[in-house]
Structure formats: C-alpha cells, structure tokens
C-alpha cells in the first residue's frame, strides 16, 4: 500500500506501509521534477534550453504563436503558454481532453500512436485523420512553423465543464 502526501517547498512523500502498519518507509522527492508526468517515454529530453516555435488554432479561430520545448509532451508545451487544453488525466493517456488536430505533413512524421491513445481518441469530440492526443506526442525539430489545432469541444466523462489546472 502506499499514501502519497504533498508538503510544502515542493517536496511529495511517498509513503510505504504493510497491511498492518508494522513498518513505515518514507521516501521524499521533488515534485518539479516529476510534474511534467506522461507516458511519453522521456529518453532524448533537454534541459530546456532548446525550443521551436508553434502556432496554435484556438477554438474561436484564432493563431497564437508560441515556443516549445524540445523533448517536452505537446500538452504541457501549450499548458505552459496559457493554451486551453484540459488534459484532464494529468496527462497519462486515460481521457481525450487534450485532443489536438495536427497538420498532415506533421502528422506523418511522429510515431504510431499507442493502443491505448486510440482507445481515447475513439472517444474524442471531432475526431480527424490526424487527431493525436497532446499528452502522447514529444516535441522535436519537425514542430517548427507547424500549426495544431484546437477542437471546437472536449469531452470530459469526470465532470462537463470542469477544466483542472496543471501543477
């Protein structure tokens, strides 16, 4: 079993305990660097020193120009810039709030996407031929210019309207 309890300064504990609470073990670590959470595998990340610029088409139309990190999960990349992408799994591939339209030419140079992100995307509102979930897609070089489109809704089963905010 394990307890996971967040205190201050950024410091998340996770907590061991056997069934009858003989033992307890504590293990500290630092929530920054364990945020960013995907299950996007994270070989090749940089320390965020390298960036692309992203355009991004809003629901109501409009182009926001924004950077990217290299190596970072696309969610996050449009989180951190203020884009409205809900990611309301956190970003672990177990809702389709964060479904993104992406540019064919784009499209055809990333990885297939996994079992599970299609599984998700069949639930997507709006879903195209080249609808990815944001959370499931790392940033490289071939983002540069590139255009990712918003849908015009999300759906989200946990709660209509209810948008987290990322940590």
């Known amino acids: 079993n394990f307890v996971i309890m967040q205190r201050g300064n950024g410091i998340l504990n996770l907590i061991s305990t056997t069934k009858r609470l003989l033992s307890i073990t504590t293990t500290s670590y630092d929530i920054n660097k364990i945020r960013n959470f995907s299950s996007v595998k994270s070989e090749g990340l940089n320390n965020g020193t390298e960036s692309v610029n992203v355009n991004w088409k809003t629901r109501d139309g409009k182009v926001v120009s924004t950077k990217a990190k290299i190596g970072a999960a696309l969610l996050r990349c449009g989180q951190t810039n203020g884009i409205e992408l809900e990611g309301a799994c956190e970003g672990v591939c177990a809702c389709s709030t964060c479904h993104v339209i992406l540019e064919e030419k784009l499209f055809e140079t990333l990885p297939e996407p996994s079992e599970a992100e299609e599984d998700m995307l069949d639930l997507a509102f709006g879903l195209t031929s080249t609808s990815r979930l944001s959370c499931q897609v790392k940033v490289d070089a071939s983002f540069s210019g590139t255009t990712i489109t918003l849908p015009k809704a999300t ?13």
Request: aromatic share 16%; no cysteine.
């Open 155 to 167: 759906r989200n089963f946990y709660v209509d309207g209810h948008v987290p905010k990322p940590h």
